[in-house]
């Protein structure tokens, strides 16, 4: 007997994958580089379904039918091509490796140009979910050959997440395209999480509420339009007590946020594009921020609050309403912040030449990933009348959104402000709604600055071609550049 899929590297996640497979009827060869995991997954879950272990890389490579699948399950970086280097020598041409984990999507390109030499088929695929996902259904983004997804796609499909029946894995586009969206997707979530947190800040401070009713606040939240994974699960994060102090875990928690690097990587890519995804950008600072250690103890108790008192709720029905507020504010700064990610997308798939559907993208995010979302079809039907879109905030149903919630959201804002509590995603995310809507933005007047000192040129409202002032001369304009038809 053959293996129709092979998993290399049996920590939580690869582990998981693994028996996903074999509970779905697929025979599945198991490696890892101690034996001791292996015998754990057989000893623990081997009555799932079938699994061919092997101690060896050769004996793994032996067990798998051709054309060969392998997934790689690795700690994303050099343990990646360390395993790679091992694998090449042992497959055939026409086999598959599949890197599964969360790899930054140039080395996905260098590693596709790589075993393309060799006629192997490298898919970079983007898993989401974390282990539960892994187990019971991740939402799956493989990038790669389309030959490679015709014979890996429909086992990827048979695991992955279903909604309305639909599988939440679909293929994405050639070499880096699926790790670039699911690098994406991860930078989403660092604005989803921002924008909660910051809620949840608001609420406490602005009402004094507990955290554990603050927790069925975004319970009664999660049965509406906010409905999603991560609003669930910080009503249970919030609701946790703490078994040694007694208090609400999260004031024992040490309040800096670390990151593996995806976010990082998000905002770096967003700036060679040229895409202001501040909503990501503003979540990854605010990460940096918290760990920024001795910066916060040489602020702390020295910079003055300054702030200016506004109304705050008093009574308990004041207190629901600026609870509403809260929770506009946030779906809106939701919208804007997938809006943001969903023009990033767009801009890669034109650079890099990648041919991204977004509905589509939109579509497999709505169940397995961190990121699953109610309004995620709400996304999908968007791009489906028109798959060009060029801002999803100016989608006919996302206006309506965000109509309902901009008065709330510029209260939310404002009130933040004035009473000093740090708002970065929700402010930002606002700046960039009045920003992208303006008839006219003050950046004619930074024109206006670059051409006086580095006669760097400017064009006009009225004509066509480039112009400078003549700043240190007589200051009249002349026409420098070739027209711009
Ligand atoms: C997922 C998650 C997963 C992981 C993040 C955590 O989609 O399942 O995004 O990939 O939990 O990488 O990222 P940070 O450690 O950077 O917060």
Redesign the pocket.
Same mark, same amino acid.
């Given at each position: 007997q053959q293996a129709e899929i092979g998993v290399t590297g049996l920590a939580v996640m690869g582990r998981n994958l693994a028996r996903n497979f074999a509970r779905h009827g697929h025979v599945v060869a198991i490696h890892n580089r101690t034996f001791a995991k292996t015998q754990a997954l057989l000893d623990e879950a081997g009555d799932e379904g079938t699994f061919l272990a092997s101690e060896s890389l050769e004996d793994f490579v032996a067990s798998l039918a051709k054309p060969r699948k392998v997934i790689i399950m690795v700690k994303a970086g050099p343990g990646t091509d360390a395993v790679i280097d091992e694998l090449v020598p042992l497959l055939e041409e026409g086999d598959i490796v599949v890197d599964a984990g !969360?790899a930054h999507f140039p080395d996905t390109i260098r590693r596709e140009n790589a075993l393309a030499e060799h006629g192997l088929h490298f898919v970079g695929s *983007?898993?989401? &979910? &974390?282990e539960e *996902?892994a187990l019971n259904g991740?939402?799956i983004m493989p990038g790669g050959s389309r030959t490679s997804y015709e014979s890996l796609g429909p086992l990827l499909e048979d695991i992955s997440a279903k909604v309305d029946g639909v599988p939440c894995c679909t293929y994405i586009g050639p070499d880096g395209a699926g790790h670039f969206v699911?690098m994406v997707? !991860?930078g989403i #979530?660092?604005a989803d999480m921002q924008l909660i947190a910051e809620a949840y800040d608001l609420i406490h401070r602005g009402t004094g509420k507990s955290p554990a009713e603050i927790a069925e606040i975004f319970t009664e939240w999660n049965k509406g339009e906010l409905e999603s994974f991560l609003i669930e699960i910080t009503a249970t994060v919030l609701a946790q007590t703490d078994a040694t102090t007694g208090q609400a875990l999260v004031d024992v928690v040490l309040d800096q946020? #670390?990151?593996? *690097?995806? *976010?990082r990587w998000t905002v770096q890519n967003a700036l060679d594009l040229g895409v202001p995804i501040t909503g990501i950008a503003e979540a990854t600072f605010a990460r940096a921020l918290s760990g920024s250690v001795p910066q916060r103890e040489a602020a702390r108790g020295v910079l003055p609050a300054g702030t200016v008192e506004w109304h705050r709720p008093t009574s308990a029905d004041d207190a629901d309403a600026f609870v509403e507020d809260v929770r506009r504010a946030l779906y809106a700064s939701k919208v804007v912040a997938y809006s943001q990610g969903f023009d990033q997308i767009a801009a890669a798939s034109t650079e890099y030449g990648w041919d991204i559907d977004r509905g589509a993208m939109a579509r497999i995010w709505r169940g397995g990933? /961190? /990121?699953r979302a109610r309004f995620l079809n709400r996304i999908t039907e968007a791009y489906e009348r028109d798959q060009h879109l060029p801002l999803l905030i100016a989608d006919d149903f996302f206006v309506g959104v965000i109509d309902e919630c901009l008065e709330a959201w510029r209260r939310v804002v404002s009130g933040a402000a004035l009473n000093g509590i740090p708002t970065p995603a929700f402010s930002s995310s606002l700046a960039y709604y009045d920003g992208v809507r303006a008839d006219h933005l003050p950046a004619a007047l930074i024109q206006g600055l670059r051409d006086f000192f580095g006669a760097h040129t400017y064009r006009r409202v009225d004509r066509e071609g480039t112009f400078h002032v003549e700043w240190s001369g007589d200051r009249s304009e002349t026409a420098v550049g070739g027209d711009f038809k």
């Amino acid at each position: 007997q053959q293996a129709e899929i092979g998993v290399t590297g049996l920590a939580v996640m690869g582990r998981n994958l693994a028996r996903n497979f074999a509970r779905h009827g697929h025979v599945v060869a198991i490696h890892n580089r101690t034996f001791a995991k292996t015998q754990a997954l057989l000893d623990e879950a081997g009555d799932e379904g079938t699994f061919l272990a092997s101690e060896s890389l050769e004996d793994f490579v032996a067990s798998l039918a051709k054309p060969r699948k392998v997934i790689i399950m690795v700690k994303a970086g050099p343990g990646t091509d360390a395993v790679i280097d091992e694998l090449v020598p042992l497959l055939e041409e026409g086999d598959i490796v599949v890197d599964a984990g !969360n790899a930054h999507f140039p080395d996905t390109i260098r590693r596709e140009n790589a075993l393309a030499e060799h006629g192997l088929h490298f898919v970079g695929s *983007g898993v989401s &979910g &974390g282990e539960e *996902g892994a187990l019971n259904g991740p939402s799956i983004m493989p990038g790669g050959s389309r030959t490679s997804y015709e014979s890996l796609g429909p086992l990827l499909e048979d695991i992955s997440a279903k909604v309305d029946g639909v599988p939440c894995c679909t293929y994405i586009g050639p070499d880096g395209a699926g790790h670039f969206v699911k690098m994406v997707h !991860n930078g989403i #979530e660092y604005a989803d999480m921002q924008l909660i947190a910051e809620a949840y800040d608001l609420i406490h401070r602005g009402t004094g509420k507990s955290p554990a009713e603050i927790a069925e606040i975004f319970t009664e939240w999660n049965k509406g339009e906010l409905e999603s994974f991560l609003i669930e699960i910080t009503a249970t994060v919030l609701a946790q007590t703490d078994a040694t102090t007694g208090q609400a875990l999260v004031d024992v928690v040490l309040d800096q946020a #670390e990151q593996k *690097g995806t *976010g990082r990587w998000t905002v770096q890519n967003a700036l060679d594009l040229g895409v202001p995804i501040t909503g990501i950008a503003e979540a990854t600072f605010a990460r940096a921020l918290s760990g920024s250690v001795p910066q916060r103890e040489a602020a702390r108790g020295v910079l003055p609050a300054g702030t200016v008192e506004w109304h705050r709720p008093t009574s308990a029905d004041d207190a629901d309403a600026f609870v509403e507020d809260v929770r506009r504010a946030l779906y809106a700064s939701k919208v804007v912040a997938y809006s943001q990610g969903f023009d990033q997308i767009a801009a890669a798939s034109t650079e890099y030449g990648w041919d991204i559907d977004r509905g589509a993208m939109a579509r497999i995010w709505r169940g397995g990933c /961190i /990121i699953r979302a109610r309004f995620l079809n709400r996304i999908t039907e968007a791009y489906e009348r028109d798959q060009h879109l060029p801002l999803l905030i100016a989608d006919d149903f996302f206006v309506g959104v965000i109509d309902e919630c901009l008065e709330a959201w510029r209260r939310v804002v404002s009130g933040a402000a004035l009473n000093g509590i740090p708002t970065p995603a929700f402010s930002s995310s606002l700046a960039y709604y009045d920003g992208v809507r303006a008839d006219h933005l003050p950046a004619a007047l930074i024109q206006g600055l670059r051409d006086f000192f580095g006669a760097h040129t400017y064009r006009r409202v009225d004509r066509e071609g480039t112009f400078h002032v003549e700043w240190s001369g007589d200051r009249s304009e002349t026409a420098v550049g070739g027209d711009f038809k």
